[in-house]
Structure formats: structure tokens, C-alpha cells
């Protein structure tokens, strides 16, 4: 029965931190984006021009690497930046791959933070230490699977994967583009205390420009 009640108890204050923390999620920024096209299984989105605070993240786990860099995002947003300014939370948290460039041939990390529209021009320089960088993006085609649950080591090759093969099998076969020097990221919307419904997404970027529905300029000669 003690167990029980422990059990029920945490439920409780998980369920009112995680109802506290989607009340902040809505209040929150995110890129903003067009949908171009969409499919059963994915979609691809035109994002606009953005600015994101980045930390590089030296780790052979997916899970450590992002728990590590967001830590000294959060810092940045919680003042720890020249300015002392403190910045609102955005949304999603961003984990871009780049695989064989860690140690022993293992994936490199960098945790990304989008900046709010206030301070995309000219972001507080964070503190040395911190070992962050800016990252201004240009607009940009992105395809996008969703999944649900928690991110995992486990999972995110498996839901990168079958990303690829629903590409593969469509008009953007092909078509991805190397520009960003990642070979995918993982975006992650929901609080850490949020057990069910999490929403979760793997992002690749497509050739291709909004004006030409993201087709690269040989499907878009078709």
C-alpha cells in the first residue's frame, strides 16, 4: 500500500509539472515554418531564417550528449552570458549528428537552442566556459518524421531510417542535401517530466526552395 501511495503521489506531481510546463511550451517560440508537402509517414517544411545558440557536445551517447549541452543552454538562458540577460525557453530542443566525426569513429553532437525572434540579431555572447556558438541559418527545406515516446540511443537510428526510406520512395529520393554538414537531427518538444504523448521528430534537410515546393532544381524541372 506504501508503494502504491508513493507511486500515485509521484504521477501526481509529475502530471502538474508536466500540465505547468506545456502551459510555458504554448506561451513559447519555435521557427517558424511553411508545410509544402505532406505524406502518411512524413512531411517537408520550409523554415524561415533563424538564429540558434549551439553546443557542441563531445559524448559517444545521443542521451548524455543532449542532457549535457542543453544543461549549458539553460545556463545561457538563465543569464550566464555577458549581458546577464535572461531568455525564454524555445522550443523544440534540437540535436543535429554527424556521423564518424566523434572519437573512434563514433558520432559527433551539437544541441541547439532557437533563439527568440528579440534576440536573433544580436544574441547575448555567452560565457567562455559554456563553450557556445551562434548559428544562423538560412531558410531551408526540411523533411520531417514524427515519433513518439522518449528519444533514446535505441530508437533514433531506427526513426532516422525509416525517414530515409519513405524519402526514398518519393519525389525527394535523392534529394537531401549535405549543406548543413549533419546527416540528421532530433527534435524534441515535450517536458522531461512528460511520460505519455511526447512528440518527438527527426528533421533532414531537402534541396530545394519554398517558391518550388523544396524539389531540388532537377525535380523541379519535371
Same mark, same amino acid.
Given at each position: 500500500m506504501g508503494r502504491a501511495r508513493i507511486l500515485i503521489l509521484f504521477l501526481t506531481i509529475s502530471t502538474v509539472i508536466t500540465e505547468r510546463a506545456e502551459c510555458?511550451?504554448? +506561451?513559447?517560440?519555435?521557427p517558424q515554418y511553411t508545410v509544402v508537402h505532406s505524406e502518411s509517414d512524413f512531411e517537408v517544411r520550409?523554415?524561415?531564417e533563424s538564429a540558434w545558440m549551439t553546443a557542441p557536445a563531445d559524448d559517444i551517447s545521443f542521451e548524455k550528449a543532449t542532457k549535457k549541452g542543453f $544543461?549549458? @543552454?539553460f545556463q545561457y538562458t538563465e543569464g550566464a552570458n555577458l549581458n546577464f540577460s535572461r531568455l525564454p525557453i524555445t522550443y523544440p530542443i534540437l540535436t543535429s549528428i554527424v556521423p564518424d566525426a566523434g572519437p573512434l $569513429?563514433?558520432? #559527433?553532437y551539437f544541441v541547439k537552442?532557437? @533563439?527568440?525572434? +528579440?534576440?536573433e540579431a544580436d544574441p547575448p555572447l555567452p @560565457?567562455?566556459?559554456l563553450n557556445l556558438q551562434p548559428d544562423w541559418w538560412r531558410s531551408r527545406c526540411i523533411a520531417v518524421r514524427e515519433f513518439s515516446g522518449f528519444a533514446r540511443d535505441s530508437n533514433i537510428v531506427k526513426e532516422a531510417e525509416k525517414l530515409a526510406l519513405s524519402l526514398s520512395?518519393? +519525389?525527394? #529520393?535523392n534529394s537531401t542535401s549535405a549543406e548543413s554538414g549533419y546527416a540528421y537531427s532530433i527534435a524534441q518538444y515535450s517536458s522531461h517530466f512528460k511520460i505519455f504523448s511526447r512528440v518527438n521528430e527527426v528533421w533532414v534537410d531537402v534541396g530545394g526552395s519554398e517558391s518550388n515546393g523544396c524539389r531540388s532544381s532537377l525535380l523541379a524541372a519535371y
Open positions: 510555458k511550451k504554448k +506561451e513559447s517560440e519555435s520550409f523554415y524561415r $544543461h549549458r @543552454l $569513429h563514433s558520432s #559527433a537552442l532557437y @533563439l527568440p525572434t +528579440e534576440f @560565457l567562455p566556459e520512395r518519393s +519525389e525527394w #529520393a
